[in-house]
């Protein structure tokens, strides 16, 4: 079985206490040795899209969130309790029908949009619209940038005062690039040759990866060293046999097992 860790479990570690986080690394080690869990018992929540969310207990209150198969495990997202289940339930593990990438993508949920008039003199009220950022770029452009599908319509409609919000609940590699489109530079396409002026060219179609996939936009880094996380050791763990748990703030890196 394959053990990877989310750019979404590394955001939600870090804001947890040090006492939290030494627990939770403890059991995404754990995890790592056995992914199968048969020291653990996972619980399968039952409010959620997505039918592969599972929780693992790490403390009284804190619990870790994953997305389990048959072949893969996948570190989601950590924090207390109710909090943990209300992040699975919003959200769903898909792979992108463009970029060919697996993505934990927020489920959208119906916004109305009030536009608040503004009176000018003589008592007429007037609508003020921004420049919406992506009105001018195509669908196709856009998911060849990770847009998620049902997330177009809110990234058209975007302006200068509403992007940094929409971007938080988007997947990682999407919301770099369209952070970057909007400030008129490259969205990180290799050897498009964009020297700006004009659309950017959009990618090709990425290759679907079977064995190591790709959750969002960075390239690896160094290996964690054996029994520990980001320096941290694992308290009462013993790290002999461990293999480095390789992951990124961007990205995971697959182990197999």
């Known amino acids: 079985m394959q053990f990877s860790i989310a750019d ?6 870090a804001r947890l206490t040090d006492d939290e986080q030494k627990a939770v690394e403890t059991t995404a080690f754990d995890l790592q040795v056995d992914p199968a869990g048969n020291s ?11 039918p592969n969310f599972y929780s693992v207990r790490v403390s009284r209150d804190i619990r870790l969130i994953l997305h389990k198969t048959a072949g893969s495990l996948l570190s989601c997202y950590v924090d207390h309790h109710d909090k943990a289940y209300q992040w699975a339930e919003r959200r769903k593990l898909e ?15 119906r916004v109305e949009e009030i536009l608040v008039p503004k009176y000018v003199e003589g008592g007429r009220p007037a609508t003020q619209q921004k420049l919406k950022l992506f009105a001018k770029y195509g669908d196709a452009q856009l ?11 809110n990234v058209k409609a975007a302006d200068e005062d509403s992007l940094l919000e929409l971007v938080d609940h988007l997947p990682g590699e999407a ?3 369209l952070l970057e489109l909007a400030t008129r530079r490259h969205a990180g396409v290799a050897g498009s040759g964009w020297q700006g002026g004009g659309p950017i060219p959009a990618p090709g179609r990425a290759t679907p990866l ?6 969002g936009r960075a390239g690896p880094r160094p290996g964690i060293p054996v029994g520990q996380v980001d320096g941290i050791p694992p308290s009462g763990a013993a790290s002999a046999g461990r293999a480095p748990l390789q992951r990124c703030g961007a990205c995971v890196w697959l182990g197999g097992h």
């Open 175 to 177: 919301a770099e690039a």
């Open 40 to 50: 653990m018992s996972f619980h399968k929540l039952d409010k959620t899209t997505d």
């Open 95 to 109: 792979v992108h029908p463009t970029t060919g990438a697996a993505q934990i993508v927020e489920i959208r949920e």
């Open 143 to 153: 998911l060849a940038y990770g847009v998620p599908h049902e997330w177009l319509a």
């Open 8 to 13: 979404t479990f590394n955001a939600s570690l």
């Open 210 to 215: 079977p064995r190591h996939v790709r959750y």
